[in-house]
């Protein structure tokens, strides 16, 4: 199944997307894409509904983040070893954890503002994992009975809040509009992650064009690893690194300013297209 949210921004209704193309409403079932909505027994229930029986969603609905109610969103750094070459870093040992805010979560097409005082505002595509059901010491073997699903997320990024402020990471993770996650929330047994192309797009120019077979980690053991220091509830995001590409990682250094746009696209999983404005 592919859910969405769609409509204006904190107004958000559930929906389908049918074997057309096209978004049926399901508020008429569930009221959010959120929490509980994600776990196995409920997942099961709204793939036994036709979605052609549903009706159908304002024609141009503006698609919201794909899931509700984040309580936890978790981010994984340098998981692609040339991405980590290119940013001037060592391959971790183990994972690297660090959260981006839940109040930086936009939907898939929303404007990416450049906060205030920021030089450095850069791009990533990435692999979202959605959490189905609480997860705690869970193993590598069984940790995807635990997923609920895949998406696609930009992991905007401001790199001297980053690295050149002191402390840790979040601080240049969770700016206003730093996480636009959708437009689909695949569900897991229509996703392979094993082999899935991702690309970024900056007006027009292909600047990221990996695949998740690179990642250093894969995503069981991110689910089991990060499972064992905090206990995931549905409805929270891991996002799993990105491939190389970045704008950091060019020579010289390259990053977004207001005007810019971007499409951000993993296989299977959609397209998101957003304008960059100045915060």
């Known amino acids: 199944m592919k859910l969405v949210r769609f409509g204006a ?26 929490g509980s909505v994600l776990g196995r027994a409920e997942l099961a229930r709204l793939r036994a509904i036709d979605p052609m029986s549903l009706p159908l969603a304002p024609e141009g609905s503006r698609f919201g983040a794909c899931v509700g109610r984040v309580g936890n969103f978790i981010a994984v750094g340098l998981n692609y070893a040339d991405h980590a070459a290119e940013s001037g870093m060592a391959v971790p040992s183990e994972p690297v954890l660090f959260n981006k ?6 939907g ?17 595509v990435e692999l979202a994992v959605v959490i189905g059901e609480r997860a705690s010491y869970v193993s590598e073997a069984e940790a995807l009975d635990y997923v609920a699903g895949y998406c696609v997320c930009n992991d905007v990024s401001e790199r001297a809040f980053q690295i050149e402020r002191g402390g840790q990471w979040t601080k240049g993770k969770g700016c ?23 690309t970024l797009s900056v007006n027009g120019e292909l600047v990221q064009n990996g695949s998740s077979s690179t990642m250093v980690f894969k995503v069981p ?21 990105t491939p190389p590409g970045v704008g950091m990682g060019m ?4 990053y977004l ?3 810019d746009r971007m499409e951000v696209s993993i296989a299977g999983l959609g397209v998101q297209r957003q304008v960059v404005a100045a915060g």
């Open 176 to 198: 206003p509009t730093f996480g636009p996650i959708g437009p689909w929330l695949v569900t897991k047994d229509e996703v392979d992650t094993s082999d899935l192309a991702m």
């Open 9 to 34: 921004a904190g107004a958000e209704k559930p929906g389908m997307i049918d074997a057309d193309g096209k978004v049926r409403d399901l508020s008429g079932l569930v009221s959010d894409i959120a």
């Open 101 to 106: 805010a839940p109040s930086c979560i936009v």
């Open 221 to 241: 053991f991110l689910v089991h690893y990060i499972s064992q220091f905090m206990i995931l509830e549905p409805g929270d995001v891991i996002t799993t690194g």
């Open 257 to 259: 300013k207001p005007g």
């Open 251 to 254: 020579k010289p250094p390259r």
């Open 108 to 124: 898939p097409d929303d404007t990416i503002l450049i906060p205030r005082g920021s030089e450095k505002t850069d791009w990533e």
